[in-house]
């Protein structure tokens, strides 16, 4: 199946810092989503992008299909950053969407 | 407008018992999945559907049965729990993935907490 690869793993910043996120895909997809499971539980989309690049407030996600890979920018972090960001494809094959394992983040005030 | 409603909130079973996880969704979505959750293994899909009377297997699917009879419903049953099924379960919706004109963004409900003996 396809594989999703999600890098760093962890990462602690400073409240104020810059992040960048990385997401990896094996396979063509129909689409791509950004997720935040705060540390409630709560998972809430960040971002729906097949492709190009989209901003909210401090946050702006760019997806490069052809080169199977998407990245989410999280500028002058704020403590509710902090959570676990994962993505999610949908292959073009069929209809499973499919997670990476996530990015666990540490924003420190 | 209550979204992705998934009950119970908190289970805890013996081994062998069998039980279901509703979920429910008053969003007209197609699409409706579950996932599970478990410590450094992201979320895992188990079964989804794409419409009323469809449903597959997603990377995990032993152990679990689903059923769609209506678009609103899309139960989780679990028909003799093993530990190895202790977990967090999530159900998600959306619209038809790669529909022309759909934005697919997928909706979670709140989790599931299952404890199994």
């Known amino acids: 199946g396809i594989q999703v690869e999600q890098s760093p793993p962890d990462l602690i910043l400073q409240e104020g810092a810059n992040s960048t996120l990385r997401c990896n895909f094996s396979?063509?997809?129909?689409?791509l989503q950004w997720f935040h499971q705060n540390p409630w539980g709560q998972l809430i989309n960040l971002f729906y992008?097949?492709?190009g690049t989209k901003q909210n407030g401090r946050l702006s996600a760019t997806t490069v299909a052809t080169e199977r890979y998407s990245l989410l920018y999280i500028s002058s972090s704020q403590t509710t950053d902090s959570g676990v960001y994962f993505c999610a494809v949908d292959r073009e094959r069929d209809d499973k969407i499919i997670f990476g394992k996530g990015t666990r983040l540490h924003i420190l005030p | 407008n209550a979204g992705v409603t998934q009950t119970p909130k908190f289970q805890v079973l013996k081994t062998g018992q069998s039980m279901t996880l509703q979920c429910a969704q008053d969003m007209n979505h197609e699409y409706m999945s579950w996932y599970r959750q478990d410590p450094g293994m992201g979320l895992r899909l188990i079964h989804y559907?794409?419409?009323?009377?469809?449903?597959d297997q997603g990377e995990v699917p032993n152990g679990y049965n689903v059923s769609r009879s209506t678009t609103e419903d899309f139960p989780l049953r679990l028909l003799s729990a093993a530990p190895s099924q202790t977990s967090v379960y999530f159900c998600a919706s959306s619209y038809f993935p790669g529909l022309a004109g759909s934005t697919g963004e997928l909706f979670f409900g709140e989790g599931s907490r299952l404890t199994v003996l």
């Open positions: 992008i097949p492709s």
């Open positions: 396979d063509s997809v129909n689409n």
């Open positions: 559907s794409v419409g009323a009377g469809i449903t």
